[in-house]
C-alpha cells in the first residue's frame, strides 16, 4: 500500500542536500531511541556519529522563489474569490465517516482569513524585505531586520569611524578583488549594483567605538593594568621577532634585529611593567614597516595596535559586546565571513557561536598564529576550527607583522570536521602597507574564493 502513494518521478536520480541531511537524521533518531530504552549497548554516541557533514549541510539554505507580478496578481485574486466549492472534499470513505457531515477539513473562513493575511503580509512588508520587482524574501525569516549575505569586521584603529564609512571603503575594494580574479557579473552585484534586485548585501560589523573612553581619543597604555601592560610588552615582542626574523626589507630586518636584542637585555634589568610596556612600544615604532611617516605617528598607532588587541582579550566586557556586534548582523543567510586583523580574531570566535552553516570564512591580516599571546588567549580553548564553517582561506603578506603565522593548518588543521578545507600562506604582497585592509581586499586570492562561491563553480 505503502508503494503505491511513493514518488517515483525521482526515482534514479541523486539525493538531493536536504534528502540526505533527512536520512542522516532519521537513523540518528533511530539509534538514539534504541540506546534510550536499553535494546542495545551505548557502544557509541548517534549524535555526534550520525549528523550531516558541513559540506552537505552547508548546500541547505534561503532558497526563495522567484514569483511573476502577474502570476502572484491572479494567486491573490483567486485567494480573495475563493469559497468552498474551490477546495477538495474528504475522499475515503472512511474520512467521510470521520467527518461527521462536513466536507471540508478545514473551516472556509479559516482558508479565507489564513489567504487575508499572506496579502496583508506582502502588501506591508516592502521595503523591509518581501515582494519587490518579482523577488519574494522574507529577511525577518532569516534571523533579523537584515539580511547580511557577506560580513565584514574590521580591525585595529578604527575607533573613530563607522559601520557605514568602513563599508564604504571595504566595498570598492572587495568588488575590485572579485572582478579582478575574474567574475565581474558578481563584482557588479557586490557594489554597483548591490542595491537592485540581483545585489549582494554586505554589512560591517563594527565595534571600533568600543575602545573610545569618555572625551579620549582612543586607550592610551597608561589606562592599561599591570597584568594588561605586561600582555601589550609581549606582543611587541612577538611583533619585532617576526619582523627581524621574516621581513624581506634587509633595513626593516637589521632595525628589528637591533630592537629586539635590546629589549631581551633590558628584560631582565629591574623596571616597572608600565617602564617595560613603553620600551617596548618604542622599539616596535622605530621599525620601518611602522614608520614609514615619522616616528610620532607610528608611535600613535602602534599604542593603538598593542592596547585594543590587549582589551579584546583580557577584557570580557568588551569582548562580550564585540562579539555582540558581529552577532546582530550575521543571519542563517550569511554566507560568508571576513576579519582583518584583530577583526579576524572577532570573527572566529563570532564563527565558533553561530548555529548555522557558513560557507566561507576568509581571514586577512590574522594574529591567531601568535602562539604564546592570541593564540593561547582565543575562546574556546583549546582552540579549534569553527564546526560551522566549510572552508576557511587565511590569506597573508610576508611582510604583515601582524599576521604572525600565515599556515594556520599545524593549529587548527587537526580539528576541522570532515568535509571541511582550511587553506592558507604567504600569498600576496601588499607593497609599503602589508597591513593594510583595502592593499588585502583588492587582491584576486580574496575575490576568487567569494566569486566562486556566488557562481556556484567552488
Not at 511573476?68 to 491572479?74: G, Q
Not at 470521520?98 to 487575508?116: C, F, Q, T
Request: net charge positive; with cysteine; aromatic share 8%.
Amino acid at each position: 500500500m505503502g508503494r503505491a502513494h511513493r514518488n517515483t518521478g525521482k526515482t534514479g536520480q541523486p539525493l538531493s542536500a536536504a534528502g540526505k541531511v533527512q536520512r542522516i537524521d532519521s537513523l540518528r533518531g533511530f539509534f538514539g531511541d534504541l540506546i534510550d530504552w536499553e535494546w542495545i549497548k551505548p557502544r557509541f554516541d548517534p549524535r555526534k556519529v550520525l549528523t550531516g557533514p558541513l559540506s552537505v549541510r552547508s548546500q541547505i539554505g534561503p532558497n526563495p522563489r522567484i514569483i511573476d507580478e502577474v502570476c502572484w496578481a491572479k494567486l491573490m485574486a483567486a485567494g480573495l474569490t475563493l469559497n468552498s466549492e474551490d477546495l477538495n472534499e474528504y475522499v475515503t470513505p472512511a474520512a467521510k465517516a470521520a467527518a461527521d457531515g462536513r466536507r471540508l477539513y478545514y473551516p472556509i473562513e479559516m482558508i479565507r482569513a489564513i489567504v487575508m493575511h499572506a496579502r496583508t503580509w506582502a502588501l506591508t512588508s516592502s521595503p523591509g524585505g518581501i515582494v519587490q520587482r518579482g523577488k519574494l524574501t522574507r529577511d525577518d525569516e532569516l534571523g533579523g531586520g537584515v539580511m547580511a549575505t557577506i560580513v565584514l569586521v574590521h580591525g585595529i584603529a578604527q575607533e573613530q569611524k563607522s559601520a557605514d564609512t568602513l563599508e564604504e571603503e571595504w566595498l570598492p575594494d572587495l568588488a575590485g578583488g572579485v572582478r579582478t580574479a575574474g567574475f565581474p557579473q558578481i563584482a557588479d552585484r557586490l557594489y554597483r549594483l548591490r542595491s537592485g534586485p540581483d545585489g549582494i548585501d554586505a554589512r560591517m560589523a563594527f565595534y571600533g567605538d568600543l575602545f573610545l573612553r569618555g572625551d579620549q581619543q582612543g586607550v592610551e597604555p597608561e589606562e592599561l593594568s599591570r597584568a594588561e601592560r605586561a600582555l601589550a610588552e609581549q606582543l611587541a615582542m612577538e611583533w619585532t621577532a617576526r619582523a627581524a626574523s621574516r621581513s624581506t626589507d634587509e633595513r626593516s630586518r637589521r632595525a628589528a634585529s637591533q630592537e629586539l636584542a635590546q629589549l631581551r637585555q633590558t628584560a631582565g634589568e629591574e623596571q616597572g611593567a608600565r617602564a617595560a610596556a613603553r620600551n617596548a612600544i618604542n622599539s616596535l615604532a622605530r621599525i620601518r614597516w611602522f614608520a614609514p611617516f615619522g616616528m610620532g605617528f607610528a608611535e600613535r598607532f602602534v599604542i593603538r595596535s598593542l592596547t585594543q588587541v590587549t582589551r579584546y582579550l583580557s577584557d570580557d566586557t568588551l569582548r562580550e559586546q564585540a562579539l555582540a556586534r558581529v552577532h546582530a548582523v550575521l543571519t542563517p543567510g550569511t554566507r560568508v565571513l571576513i576579519g582583518h586583523s584583530l577583526g579576524s580574531v572577532v570573527a572566529f570566535e563570532a564563527a565558533q557561536g553561530f548555529d548555522h552553516p557558513l560557507p566561507l570564512l576568509i581571514t586577512i591580516g590574522c594574529p591567531l598564529g601568535l602562539r604564546t599571546v592570541v593564540y593561547g588567549r582565543v575562546r574556546p580553548q583549546p582552540p579549534r576550527f569553527p564546526s560551522a564553517v566549510h572552508r576557511w582561506v587565511n590569506i597573508a603578506d610576508r611582510n604583515d607583522i601582524v599576521a604572525a603565522e600565515p599556515d594556520l593548518t599545524p593549529l587548527f588543521g587537526p580539528t576541522a570536521p570532515p568535509g571541511a578545507v582550511l587553506e592558507g600562506g604567504y600569498t600576496v604582497q601588499n607593497g609599503a602597507k602589508p597591513h593594510q585592509a583595502d592593499f588585502y581586499l583588492t587582491k584576486a586570492q580574496v575575490g576568487r574564493p567569494i566569486g566562486a562561491l556566488f557562481s556556484g563553480t567552488g
